[in-house]
Nanobody, 127 residues
Framework: QVQLVESGGGLVQAGGSLRLSCEAS????????IGWFRQSPGKEREFVAA????????IYGDSVKGRFTISRDQANNTVYLQMNSLKPEDTAVYYC????????????????????WGQGTQVTVSS
């Protein structure tokens, strides 16, 4: 059974930082890209970032470029999302996700490309 467990969310003031973690278990994801999405009330789920199997390639959504950094620790099957210079509009539930397949020419950025999802962790940025 695949499990993705996010942690690290919380309440932070604008301009602050948080680091989210996603621990994967249940199968080997060493060769799979891993992504982060977020969803605010009343809005569609939005792509945040993705990282390839060895951490050498990353891609970010336009709204977080230059502020967020995705990385992964293969040994511990964990992916991190370092979020700096947080803004109130970053408030959302953040989800970690992994696709069924691992053979991608380009890192997947569409919600439909991903299969396994965590339960999400709430990030709230106050102004």
């Amino acid at each position: 059974q695949v499990q993705l467990v996010e942690s690290g969310g919380g309440l932070v003031q604008a301009g602050g930082s948080l680091r989210l973690s996603c621990e994967a278990s249940g199968r080997h994801f060493n060769y799979h890209p891993i992504g982060w999405f977020r969803q605010s009330p009343g809005k569609e789920r939005e792509f945040v970032a993705a990282v390839n199997w060895n951490g050498a390639s990353t891609i970010y959504g336009d709204s977080v470029k230059g502020r967020f950094t995705i990385s992964r620790d293969q040994a511990n099957n964990t992916v991190y999302l370092q979020m700096n210079s947080l803004k109130p509009e970053d408030t959302a539930v953040y989800y970690c996700t992994v696709p069924q397949n691992f053979a991608y020419l380009n890192l997947p950025v569409r919600e439909e490309d991903y299969t396994y999802w965590g339960q999400g962790t709430q990030v709230t940025v106050s102004s």
